[in-house]
Structure formats: structure tokens, C-alpha cells
């Protein structure tokens, strides 16, 4: 398996520009999430879907950030207009189903180094 | 969730074994210990975790006092590749909600 594809790797933008980030979860996981690291903030979960549906998207800093799954293979993280603030690694990650209450880890993508300038 | 501390970075030498504790004091009953590592420029990596038990799997162990207050995760061998940042998390047992914090920054040294 390829892991999970995050697209573009790098992103240079000017402010006000909309950016688009892409993930590709590794086939047959049910569960996938969008993360930022920063080096003042770390690393924080930004929301997470299951089985294509948002469950929880209390990360997400403020309404120019918004995240879709259309299917179970795709998934983009949007930002509209895109910040000097907001450059960061953004890493995608996605994991199994939660069968039979063992826990599955997640796996994380190479993630995509946005500047905005 | 729990928050978890960690010191900001140790040494190891090539070939020993490395501990890295980690600090939960205020953990649930029903949360789980995390250990997940990056190393530069990659993407974080599970390494293993466990509820009160001590964990084993072929990358490290884990230890959990028996009060679950805080736990060492330990890497039998270190190699020059386990140079990374681990991170300690106290998290549910889905492992969906994870709050990585500041992590150890673990150099091994030839």
C-alpha cells in the first residue's frame, strides 16, 4: 500500500489566495483526520470524518478553514483567504474501523509545507 | 483529555537502551497511554500504547506504574534512526481525539 498521499508537498501562496490541500487515506480505512504543526503551537487536530462524515471539528481555528470528504478515497482541506498565520504543516492521517474495540493506530501522511506570504 | 509531561529532550549512546518517561498524573480510568514518534520532516509514527498492563510490541515497550501516574517507553537497542521528537498522550480508547504536546526530542548519539 502507498500510505497515505497528501498533495501538494509544498505550497507557496501570497495572503488572500485560497489553498487547497488533498488527501488520499490508505483504501478501506474508515477514519480520517487534519492536523497543523506549527512550532508555537505543535501539532493539533483539526477535525476528523467517519466513514466520510465530519465528527468533530472543534480544531478548526476560525470559518476560513473548511474540510470536505466527498468519498471514501478523497478528502480536501480549504483555506479561503489563506493567512500569514496559517503556514504550517498540514498532515493528513487515516485509520481502520474500530472493530471489535481493539484500537487502530493512525497513520500519517508526509504531510504539505504552506507558506503564505 | 489528561495532560501528559515529558522532559524536552535527552541523550542516548548507539546500542543502549533508551527510557523515556512521561507524566499523566491526572489520568481517567478509562484512558489510554500513546506513544507516537516523528522524526524530521515525516509524518508522526505510532509506536505502541496500553491501558494499565505493560506493552511490548517488536519497536519498544511500554511501562505503566501501577498507579498509572506515569509510564517509560523503551527502545531495548537505539539506533542512530530512532533520532526523533516521541510524544506521550493520554487519550480514549478509540485514539481518535489525540493531543500531542511538546514530546521529547531523542538524540542518539554513534
Known amino acids: 500500500d502507498a500510505g497515505v498521499i497528501q498533495s501538494p508537498r509544498h505550497e507557496v501562496t501570497e495572503m488572500g489566495q485560497e489553498v487547497t490541500l488533498r488527501c488520499k487515506p490508505i483504501?478501506?480505512?474508515?477514519?480520517l483526520f487534519w492536523y497543523r504543526q506549527t512550532m508555537m503551537r505543535g501539532l493539533e487536530l483539526l477535525i476528523y470524518?467517519?466513514?466520510?462524515?465530519?465528527?468533530?471539528d472543534s480544531g478548526m481555528p476560525e470559518d476560513r478553514f473548511s474540510a470536505k470528504m466527498p468519498n471514501a478515497s478523497f478528502s480536501t482541506l480549504k483555506i479561503q483567504p489563506s493567512e500569514p498565520r496559517d503556514s504550517a504543516v498540514y498532515f493528513c492521517?487515516?485509520?481502520?474501523?474500530?472493530?471489535?474495540?481493539?484500537?487502530?493506530?493512525?497513520?500519517f501522511g508526509p504531510g504539505t509545507r504552506l507558506l503564505v506570504l | 483529555d489528561a495532560k501528559t509531561t515529558q522532559p524536552p529532550s535527552m541523550d542516548c549512546a548507539e546500542g543502549r537502551a533508551a527510557n523515556l518517561p512521561c507524566n499523566h498524573s491526572t489520568i481517567s480510568g478509562n484512558e489510554y497511554v500513546y506513544w507516537y514518534r516523528q522524526i524530521h520532516s515525516q509524518g508522526p509514527q505510532y509506536i505502541i500504547h496500553?491501558?494499565?498492563n505493560n506493552e511490548t510490541n517488536e519497536m519498544a515497550s511500554l511501562i505503566i506504574t501501577e498507579d498509572r501516574k506515569s509510564s517509560t517507553l523503551i527502545l531495548p537497542h537505539a539506533t542512530l534512526r530512532d533520532t526523533a521528537v516521541y510524544y506521550c498522550i493520554a487519550g480514549d480508547w478509540a485514539g481518535n481525539m489525540l493531543t500531542f504536546g511538546g514530546g521529547t526530542r531523542l538524540m542518539v548519539k554513534p
Open positions: 492521517a487515516s485509520r481502520p474501523g474500530l472493530a471489535g474495540g481493539w484500537q487502530e493506530t493512525q497513520y
Open positions: 496500553g491501558l494499565k
Open positions: 470524518f467517519n466513514n466520510n462524515v465530519p465528527i468533530d
Open positions: 483504501s478501506g480505512h474508515d477514519y
